[in-house]
Nanobody, 122 residues
Framework: QVQLVESGGGLVQAGGSLRLSCAAS????????MGWFRRVPGKERRFVAA????????HYADFVKGRFTISRNNAKNTVFLQMNSLKPEDTAVYYC???????????????WGQGTQVTVSS
């Protein structure tokens, strides 16, 4: 099993930036595809971004393309989400997730973090 802990959330004004981090511990000798999702209260969790184990392939939801960037440092078992040009509608709890296999996945994740709150004020 792997444990995931997100950090870096907070309150930011519209147009600002935040960088989320997700630290993995436990069974980290497995090749995991990593993803970021978000959820607004009362709504379903939505896919945001994903990256394969080697960091070669990425995929983004249309509503964050050109603004968010996913990256990872496998040596430090950490994945990042750089969020620029933030909008009030980006306000949500952001979750990182891991799935064994090492490919790029947009669903079917096995492990989830507890989430970090991002609030964008207008």
């Amino acid at each position: 099993q792997v444990q995931l802990v997100e950090s870096g959330g907070g309150l930011v004004q519209a147009g600002g930036s935040l960088r989320l981090s997700c630290a993995a511990s436990g069974r980290t000798n497995v090749r995991y595809g990593m993803g970021w999702f978000r959820r607004v209260p009362g709504k379903e969790r939505r896919f945001v971004a994903a990256m394969d184990y080697n960091g070669v392939s990425t995929h983004y939801a249309d509503f964050v393309k050109g603004r968010f960037t996913i990256s990872r440092n496998n040596a430090k078992n950490t994945v990042f989400l750089q969020m620029n040009s933030l909008k009030p509608e980006d306000t949500a709890v952001y979750y990182c997730a891991a799935r064994g296999g090492g490919e790029l996945y947009t669903a079917g994740y096995d492990y989830w973090g507890q989430g970090t709150q991002v609030t964008v004020s207008s």
